[in-house]
C-alpha cells in the first residue's frame, strides 16, 4: 500500500483541545497508509499545537505548519501549497474518520481515474450524542462516474446535500490547474470552493456508504448565537457568497452547462439572509440586514435566480415582506452615511 499514489490530508487546527488527539488517531488508523497529514496549526492558544507536535514527532509522514491565526481559509490554502500528494482531503481537527474511508476513496479513484471521489457522513450532536446520516438513501444512492457539472446537478438537487470538502478526495493538480482556492475570512466557504471545483471535474462518483463522522457544537460556526451588529456582520458572508455563486454561474455559462439547480442555489442562499431578517427581533440591527440585502445587489440576484413555481413564489413574498419591513427614512440616513461593504 505504500507504493500506492500517495493522499494529502490537510488539517486547520485552531483550539482543538481535547478532541483533536482521537481526530488524529481515526487518521492513524485508516486502512490506506499511502498519505502524508499536513496540520496547519492557525495560531492556536491552547495545547492543540503541542499535540500536533508530538504526533509529528512520533510518525514521519505528519508535519505541522505553523501560521498566526488567520481562519481555516487560510490555513487550508497553506496545506493545499504545500501538498505532494496525487489526491487531496480536508479533515476538520474536531472530527473523526472511520477506517476505510480513505482506502474507499482512492480505490474509486484510481479504478476510475476520477478528479473527486465524495462519500456520505455521519452528523452528530456532540452534547446529546444524536447520530444521524447526511444524505438519507431514499434521496441520494451510489452513482456510477458522472462529470462534475452531473455530480453537483443531481447532489443538489436532493437537497440534502451539503457544500463540504471533507466527504472527499480530490485530484491536487486539477486544484492547481484553475488554481483554486478557498476565500480568505469568508465562513462558509466550502460552498464556492466545492461548486467551482465540480464546474472543472471531468470525472465525479459518490458513494452512499458513510465513512466520516461529523461533530455539531455550541461553537460550530452554524449553531453560534450570533446578537447585534455581529449578526449583521455573519449575514454579510452569506450575502457575498451569492454575488460569487452568480458570478461563477456566469464567468462558466459558456463552458459547462449551467443548470437550473445552479442558479436557484443562489437564490437558496440568498433566502437564508431573508430568513435571518424575520427571526432578528432588534429592528435597528433588522434594519441594517434589511439595507444589506439591497444596497448590495441581493436582492436582484435573489430574484432573477428563480426557476421553479415554488421559489417564484418564496421570492415573491420575501419581496412583499422585505419592502414593508424596511424603514426607508432609516434606510436612506444609513446609505447616506456609510456604503455597506458587503458585495
Not at 494529502?8 to 481535547?18: H, Q, R, T
Not at 452512499?208 to 452554524?222: D, G, I, P, R, W
Not at 440576484?301 to 424596511?326: D, E, F, G, H
Request: hydrophobic content about 40%; aromatic content about 10%; overall charge positive.
Amino acid at each position: 500500500m505504500n507504493d500506492s499514489p500517495k493522499l494529502s490530508v490537510i488539517i486547520p487546527l485552531y483550539n482543538a483541545g481535547e478532541h483533536f488527539a482521537a481526530c488524529m488517531d481515526s487518521l492513524l488508523a485508516q486502512t490506506w497508509t499511502a498519505l502524508e497529514i499536513i496540520i496547519v496549526n492557525d495560531g492556536s492558544t491552547d495545547n492543540s499545537a503541542s499535540i500536533a507536535q508530538a504526533y509529528a514527532d512520533a510518525h514521519s509522514h505528519i508535519r505541522v505548519i505553523h501560521q498566526s491565526n488567520a481562519g481555516a481559509s487560510v490555513a487550508r490554502n497553506r496545506g493545499v501549497e504545500a501538498a505532494t500528494g496525487d489526491y487531496v482531503a480536508f479533515v476538520d481537527a474536531d472530527d473523526l474518520l472511520y477506517p476505510r474511508m480513505y482506502e474507499t476513496l482512492m480505490g474509486m479513484a484510481l479504478r476510475d481515474d476520477l478528479d473527486v471521489a465524495q462519500c456520505n457522513a455521519d452528523w452528530s450532536d456532540r452534547s446529546s450524542g444524536h447520530t444521524w446520516l447526511s444524505i438519507p438513501t431514499d434521496r441520494l444512492t451510489s452513482t456510477g462516474v458522472m462529470t462534475g457539472p452531473d455530480w453537483l446537478r443531481k447532489a443538489l438537487a436532493t437537497r440534502r446535500w451539503t457544500h463540504v470538502v471533507w466527504m472527499g478526495v480530490y485530484r491536487l493538480s486539477l486544484i492547481r490547474d484553475i488554481k483554486l482556492t478557498f476565500v480568505p475570512g469568508l465562513h462558509h466557504q466550502d460552498i464556492l470552493w466545492t461548486t467551482e471545483f465540480m464546474f472543472n471535474a471531468r470525472r465525479a462518483r459518490y458513494t452512499q456508504e458513510a465513512y466520516y463522522k461529523y461533530f455539531l457544537h455550541n461553537q460550530s460556526v452554524s449553531r453560534v448565537k450570533r446578537q447585534g451588529t455581529q449578526h449583521a456582520q455573519y449575514q454579510r458572508h452569506y450575502i457575498k457568497i451569492t454575488r460569487l455563486l452568480d458570478k461563477l454561474n456566469n464567468d462558466y455559462a459558456n463552458k459547462i452547462p449551467v443548470y437550473p439547480e445552479f442558479r436557484e442555489q443562489v437564490t437558496r442562499e440568498a433566502l437564508r439572509v431573508c430568513h435571518s431578517v424575520r427571526k432578528e427581533k432588534d429592528n435597528d440591527i433588522k434594519q441594517i440586514i434589511i439595507a444589506d440585502i439591497f444596497s448590495s445587489g441581493m436582492y436582484k440576484r435573489l430574484i432573477k435566480n428563480v426557476r421553479t413555481p415554488k421559489l417564484a413564489y418564496q421570492a415573491m413574498l420575501w419581496s412583499y415582506r422585505l419592502y414593508r419591513w424596511r424603514d426607508k427614512s432609516a434606510f436612506a440616513r444609513r446609505t447616506a452615511r456609510r456604503p455597506i461593504r458587503v458585495r
